[in-house]
């Protein structure tokens, strides 16, 4: 897919006041510092289009970002990160629960996990719940750069050898790096496909 532009448009804290708008849209979700605005950025060629930290908790609101005017991609916040306050832990999994629930235009989601670690349960526990409320969903694996390549496929069979005990069938996955831009054009490519379904 060619990118022609990509506008910031608002952020929200309550799902109530998002855009009220019929175009397709799309969801980054994972853990706080997994990289889902760092990846946004790179997607779309623009440094400063998300706000993105080394420290975990950066993104606190729902904002949506329209792409190409024609569909949304929403970045979230993260869920669970151990030093966050209590409230704050709470006020973002509230969001984001009320986010998935309430959200008719939500086509997809992107969960995004960092290639580098074993399988976490609040990872695995959001995507069970995720089916449970019957998103459909893929992974994106992020921050491929920061391993060797050969590991990189050694670590993917490890994730999906976790998720076979969950679903009798396998979501489809990237690997992505929002550094060196690899899985991109294939993640644009498949929200393309699914614009055009
Ligand atoms: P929250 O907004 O806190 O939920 O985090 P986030 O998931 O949006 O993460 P963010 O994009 O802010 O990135 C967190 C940190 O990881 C930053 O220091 C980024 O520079 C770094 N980072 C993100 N993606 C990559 C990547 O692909 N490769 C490398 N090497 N670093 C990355
Ligand atoms: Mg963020």
Redesign the pocket.
């Known amino acids: 897919m060619k990118i022609l532009s990509a506008e910031f448009i608002i952020s929200n804290n309550n799902v109530k006041f998002c855009p009220d708008s019929k175009v397709p849209e799309y969801a ?1 979700i ?13 997607m779309f060629n623009k440094k400063k289009l ?11 609101l729902i904002n949506h970002f329209l792409i190409n005017k024609d569909w949304y991609l929403v ?5 669970g ?1 151990a030093k966050a306050s209590k409230y704050k832990i709470k006020s ?1 999994q509230k969001l984001i629960k009320s986010y998935f629930t309430d959200r008719k235009q939500l086509i997809s989601a992107f969960v ?1 996990i960092d290639i580098r670690h074993a399988p976490q349960k609040i990872d695995l526990d959001f995507i069970y719940w995720l089916g449970e409320i019957k998103i459909p969903f893929s992974i994106i694996f ?5 391993i060797k390549f050969e590991k990189i496929e050694d670590k993917v069979n490890l994730y999906l050898q976790e998720l076979s005990n969950q679903w009798s069938f396998l979501p489809k996955y990237f690997i ?5 831009r690899s899985g991109i054009n294939k993640i644009l490519g498949y929200i393309n496909e699914m614009n055009n379904l």
């Open positions: 980054f994972g853990r706080s510092n997994v990289g889902k605005s760092s990846l946004i950025n790179s998300a706000k993105i930290s080394s420290r975990p908790g950066k993104t606190e970045d979230l916040p993260g869920y990160y973002f995004l992020t921050k491929s750069d920061k992505s790096s929002a550094n060196n």
